[in-house]
């Protein structure tokens, strides 16, 4: 199974520079599910996006059982001052009794095992006094319990035919569990997306080898592999690209043909040595371009046949935030999942900016702090070059302000945006 192709068509703007909103609008509108589906185990399925719907074969619990150890009884044979009762049956998990419970009597039962016919009650062991007498066995019980109580009711978890999981999310461990309480023992997900990345600039050197003069190792390719690998995807490394527009546009053309989405870093934006735009042009269709935002305004959207192009600025910082902003939910979508929207929440501000740019929304690095009045605030890292890395490092998460705001005064409430909300821990 496989969703509709991308919407194949050269997206124009009127602006200079899309909107932060506007560029989410785009990809929502774009994007469908491309990757194909598969049934694996349930062993096999943590972190893999759902392709079904699950829904409760039966009750879940399929029967009334007890959920702690003690004493199962009828509670309209119960005084309110406490009861005596004839105990007439042990009954252990996976053990249910066939017979009913008599009147003024009580069965000796653990957690989990089936509540026998006739009891609805039952009263924990550490509260419960035993006798022996003339080779019986009988059981006090305090007074105070109500009707029911310690009793697990069938369906109390999950109804018959109730929805358990919808598909497009990711499964989580406490996910696997609720399949698991169906007795479903394997699962449809979607396939793992093909991911090919591509580092691009004669200056770029992998780790492990000499630095020339002016060369820059390549932090970005680290970053993005470990950011796709929150996703669960397949990453191909396709490497170092030279700034030469027949090796970019070769290598594009090919990886279009296996990946089903490439991501780039560097190379976005107008200058006589950034190929990726043009060469994207030339093979294929650009969807988006030129954001109002801070850091990566070159972020770029497009496609080369059925293959995404993501194309990310070359600053470490705009990489990251550009990935977790723009392509997160891209791959998420692309992959059979739903649009991924960070978590967000108000915060005071330990900082001041006193003149921001209008139209343009910013984002900067945030660190999480006890203030002073007890409540938690934000300081932002002391420097905003997008080059470095430290403040990714440091940082909790992003700080966002929007495009209306002209300035940030100590003690506003300004949006922030943890970096565990969008899967990086």
């Not at 999310?169 to 997306?193: C, F, H, M, W």
């Amino acid at each position: 199974m496989s969703g509709k192709p991308l919407i194949d068509d050269c997206f124009l703007h009127d602006k200079d520079r899309l909107r932060h909103g506007e560029a989410l609008q785009i990809l929502k509108d774009r994007l469908s599910p491309v990757a194909q589906t598969e049934t694996v185990p349930l062993e096999q399925a943590h972190g893999r996006i759902l392709a079904e719907t699950v829904t409760a074969p039966r009750d879940i619990p399929l029967t009334d059982n007890a959920a702690v150890d003690g004493y199962a009884f009828r509670h309209a044979d119960y005084e309110p001052a406490g009861g005596f009762f004839r105990l007439e049956q042990r009954i252990a998990a996976g053990h249910p009794s066939e017979r009913p419970i008599g009147p003024w009597a009580a069965a000796r039962i653990f957690t989990g095992a089936v509540m026998p016919a006739g009891t609805d009650t039952v009263a924990m062991q550490e509260d419960c006094e035993r006798h022996d007498q003339d080779g019986q066995h009988f059981v006090i019980v305090p007074q105070g319990l109500k009707p029911g109580a310690n009793r697990r009711r069938a369906g109390e978890d999950v109804k018959r035919g109730s929805v358990i999981l919808d598909a497009g999310i990711r499964l989580k461990p406490q996910d696997l569990a609720s399949i698991a309480s169906t007795g479903k023992a394997n699962v449809e997900v979607y396939r793992k997306l093909q991911v090919a990345l591509i580092s691009t600039g004669d200056e770029i050197r992998r780790p492990g080898t000499d630095l020339p003069p002016g060369g820059v190792y390549d932090s970005n390719h680290f970053l993005l592999r470990g950011l796709c690998e929150t996703m669960d995807v397949e990453v191909s490394d396709l490497g170092v690209l030279p700034d030469t527009a027949d090796a970019v546009e070769a290598a594009l053309a090919a990886a279009s043909r296996e990946a089903d989405v490439i991501l780039t870093t560097g190379g976005a934006s107008r200058g006589e040595e950034d190929h990726i735009l043009w060469s994207l042009d030339r093979l294929g269709s650009r969807h988006m371009w030129q954001l109002a935002i801070k850091p990566g305004r070159p972020m770029m959207f497009g496609q080369i046949g059925s293959c995404v192009l993501l194309g990310l600025p070359g600053n470490p910082v705009a990489a990251m935030v550009c990935f977790l902003l723009y392509a997160r939910p891209v791959l998420s979508v692309l992959g059979g999942g739903v649009f991924l929207t960070p978590q967000a929440f108000q915060v005071p501000a330990d900082f001041e900016v006193p003149r921001k740019k209008p139209d343009r929304r910013e984002f900067y690095r945030g660190i999480l702090e006890a203030g002073a009045d007890g409540r938690t605030h934000v300081r932002k890292f002391d420097r905003d070059g997008s080059g470095l890395i430290t403040g990714l490092r440091e940082a909790d998460g992003l700080i966002e302000i929007p495009e209306e705001a002209t300035s940030v005064e100590k003690g506003d409430l300004v949006t922030f945006l943890p970096f565990s909300g969008m899967g990086v821990r």
